[in-house]
């Protein structure tokens, strides 16, 4: 093992989680949904924390441990969190729930995020999370700079796509639609773009007040 590799490891391994965290996250993988890794939901928990986030949206609730991550040290703060799967969105109620989550700082949304974004209100988040479909990723994005806030920040967790992103030999759409955003946040005088290696990559892309 390389020394980058034992780095990673340890990052990986180091961050603790509350009770509900760990409890989300052997439920995710009960019901085969992939979670953020816990070096992921310490840095979502960390950035809530220095930007002092009050609005918050979520695309991919799953059962509800990344939210459970962005609101981990800003319990003031309001999560919208949308999410297709009407059983993924019924068991996410249960786990908040039980976190103590206070209902009225939970907005929870089963439908189709492509549908629900355009009817959200625009500059008015302080983190956007898109943990979407990575076929409808690029859209979903789109819709996530306009509603975060100057100043803002939207997050792109599997960035690299299962390592597939960093393989030259992978052409699929998933792979190069990551690819596209990528390369697209890099080239924007609108975004300031930081890529960490945290899981399996995490793209975080600060709206610029331009």
Do not use: K
Not at 22 to 27: G, K, Q, T
Not at 47 to 72: D, H, N, P, Q, Y
């Amino acid at each position: 093992m390389s020394r980058l590799e034992r780095n990673w490891q340890y990052a990986e391994q180091y961050p603790t989680e509350s009770e509900a965290q760990v409890r989300a996250r052997r439920l995710s993988l009960e019901i085969g949904v992939e979670p953020v890794s816990r070096a992921v939901a310490a840095q979502l928990s960390g950035l809530a924390a220095a930007t002092r986030a009050r609005a918050i949206c979520e695309v991919g609730t799953g059962v509800g441990l990344s939210g459970l991550s962005l609101l981990r040290f800003v319990p003031e703060a309001t999560l919208t969190s949308i999410e297709i799967e009407a059983e993924h969105l019924r068991q996410a109620r249960t786990v908040f729930s039980e976190a103590g989550v206070p209902s009225a700082h939970l907005r929870l949304i089963q439908g189709d995020a492509l549908q629900v974004l355009p009817r959200l209100n625009l500059g008015s988040y302080d983190l956007v999370l898109v943990d979407a479909d990575a076929v409808n990723l690029l859209d979903c994005f789109e819709h996530a700079l306009q509603i975060v806030r100057p100043g803002g920040t939207v997050l792109v967790p599997n960035a690299f796509a299962h390592g597939r992103v960093t393989d030259p030999a992978a052409r699929d759409e998933v792979t190069q639609n990551m690819r596209d955003l990528l390369t697209t946040v890099a080239e924007s005088s609108a975004i300031a773009p930081v890529l960490s290696p945290a899981g399996d990559g995490l793209l975080m892309l600060t709206r610029l007040e331009v």
